[in-house]
């Protein structure tokens, strides 16, 4: 269960960031507080690669390489950097850093590795315990809701973007799908508990030639009710918004490293850096 050791997240980080993700009510640790914990998250903190795209470049300059773990955003950068520059990360940074919060206010639960077939361990996930339950919750996907699992039924959840069901699977596995998407298919999680260690030998790996999402700048976030998304591997640059059926998109023509980070209140010069990193002319 949940004894991380090595997050550098204490309880004054922790007020810091209770504030900043704008909980006014921190109710006891149950299922009220892990909904609007998820909910102000992806409301206020993005899945983004900049800031590890920028990461990597200094320290490869700075270094002339990146191993064992250097170039990797632990929970305390990863939070101290969200509320000073508007950063986020993928995803075994960013649930890494939302179990280190989870487990300051009493939570209790585990880091998993999980898959998105046909790769395996490319993706990470929490589980976390409330009253005897177990719930799915992955800001790093991000999935909009915590999911409840059970191993014996098929369970589902409403959200605001989704309506998600996890399938249980053999072998302590479950398929997680959603609706209003193109593609139903999130991930297929592997509950088993990963042991700090291992779990930051591979966040550590992440940054490694395999590394994922070292190679774009990509964006997402909740604004004004909708899935907004910049995604740089995509020509011409454009944002685009999603809720349910409906989408929409603006191309960006003239300094787009200015209009994404306004857009999506990051810190402009890291933008331009993390687009340029990845050889993106503007």
């Not at 508990?193 to 395999?210: K, N, S």
Request: hydrophobic share 35%; aromatic share 10%; net charge neutral.
């Amino acid at each position: 269960m949940l004894r991380l050791k090595s997050t550098g997240v204490d309880l004054e980080l922790v007020d810091k960031i209770i504030g900043y993700l704008g909980i006014a009510n921190r109710e006891p640790a149950g299922i009220e507080l892990l909904n609007a914990l998820v909910t102000a998250y992806t409301q206020r903190v993005p899945w983004e690669s900049a800031s590890r795209i920028v990461k990597k470049s200094r320290i490869r300059q700075e270094q002339g390489g990146c191993s064992d773990g250097d170039c990797a955003r632990w929970p305390d950068e990863f939070w101290r950097d969200a509320m000073e520059l508007g950063t986020g990360g993928t995803c075994f940074e960013s649930n890494y850093a939302f179990v280190a919060l989870l487990q300051v206010l009493g939570f209790d639960g585990y880091l998993t590795v999980n898959n998105m077939e046909p790769t395996v361990g490319c993706h990470s996930a929490i589980v976390t315990v409330i009253k005897g339950r177990q719930w799915l919750v992955d800001v790093g996907f991000p999935l909009y809701v915590p999911l409840p699992l059970d191993p014996g039924r098929p369970t589902q959840r409403e959200g605001v973007f989704h309506q998600y069901r996890v399938l249980p699977g053999s072998s302590d596995s479950f398929k997680v799908e959603r609706s209003h998407h193109p593609q139903s298919y999130c991930f297929t999680l592997i509950n088993r508990p990963v042991p700090e260690p291992a779990y930051r030998r591979v966040l550590g790996d992440d940054y490694g030639l395999q590394g994922l999402f070292l190679d774009r700048v990509i964006v997402n976030k909740v604004i004004d009710g909708h899935v907004c998304r910049f995604n740089g591997g995509e020509l011409p640059f454009k944002l685009e918004r999603f809720r349910r059926n409906y989408a929409d998109s603006r191309q960006l023509d003239r300094n787009p490293s200015v209009e994404i980070a306004r857009y999506f209140a990051l810190d402009g010069q890291l933008v331009r850096r993390a687009l340029t990193a990845t050889t993106v002319n503007q």
